[in-house]
């Protein structure tokens, strides 16, 4: 079971963070996604972090904005979002897959692919 947390309301430019904290399995064992869905919009890969922690993949509109992280002790995976722009603003979903691989590879699986989703958390950029 995954659960997504952190969202709210920010002005452009400023920062979030976001948790996704899992139950029931490890993330050594679990690649995490972190995934957006604008309203009218398809749901799209934002942040991908493979098996372990290992390599990390982002989508070019938050490449430099945004960092995801993991702890394993905690059993959380982070997504740190910075100098947020209105285009940011969406539902934000967290994933799991046990698929191997870096995260530049899972990034080309499809979202219905991955294992576990989380509810998602909204955040909202707007001045």
């Known amino acids: 079971q995954l659960q997504a947390s952190g969202g709210g309301l920010v002005q452009p430019g400023g920062s979030l963070r976001l948790t996704c904290a899992a139950s029931?399995?490890?993330?050594?064992?679990?690649?995490i996604g972190w995934f957006r869905q604008a309203p009218g919009r398809e749901r799209e890969g934002v942040a991908i972090?493979?098996?372990?922690?290992?390599?990390?993949y982002y989508a070019d509109s938050v490449k430099g904005r945004f960092t995801i992280s993991g702890d394993a002790v905690r059993g959380v995976v982070y997504l740190q979002m910075n100098s947020l722009k209105p285009e940011d603003t969406a539902v934000y979903y967290c994933a799991a897959t046990k698929r191997l691989g870096d995260a530049q590879t899972l990034a080309t699986v499809a979202p219905d692919e991955w294992d576990y989703w989380g509810q998602g958390t909204l955040v909202t950029v707007s001045s």
């Open positions: 029931g399995f490890t993330f050594d064992d679990y690649a």
């Open positions: 972090i493979s098996r372990g922690g290992g390599t990390q």
